[in-house]
Nanobody, 122 residues
Framework: QVQLVESGGGLVQAGGSLRLSCAAS????????MGWFRRAPGKEREFVAA????????YYADSVKGRFTISRDNAKNTVFLQMNSLKPEDAAVYFC???????????????WGQGTQVTVSS
């Protein structure tokens, strides 16, 4: 059974940084793309970033480009999201997801984590 477990969320002041991790188990991690999505209260889930199976290709939402970095360590079955220069509008529950291809669309990912809360104070 595939499991994705996020960690690293918390409370940070605007302008600060957080690093999210997502540990995967249950299938060959290095064969799958990974994505990060977020859902803020009262809003739809939105794409944040994605990375190919090898880590050679990365994709970002315009709202986080230049501030967030997605990376992966296939030896540790873990994907990361480094978030810098955080803004109050980045506050949300962040989810990692696993799929065959990196995609902006959540419907193309077949496994999801439970999420980790990120709160940004102004």
């Amino acid at each position: 059974q595939v499991q994705l477990v996020e960690s690293g969320g918390g409370l940070v002041q605007a302008g600060g940084s957080l690093r999210l991790s997502c540990a995967a188990s249950g299938r060959t991690f290095s064969s799958y793309a990974m994505g990060w999505f977020r859902r803020a209260p009262g809003k739809e889930r939105e794409f944040v970033a994605a990375i190919s199976w090898s880590g050679g290709s990365t994709y970002y939402a315009d709202s986080v480009k230049g501030r967030f970095t997605i990376s992966r360590d296939n030896a540790k079955n873990t994907v990361f999201l480094q978030m810098n220069s955080l803004k109050p509008e980045d506050a949300a529950v962040y989810f990692c997801a696993s799929g065959r291809y990196p995609s902006y669309s959540g419907s193309l990912y077949d496994y999801w984590g439970q999420g980790t809360q990120v709160t940004v104070s102004s």
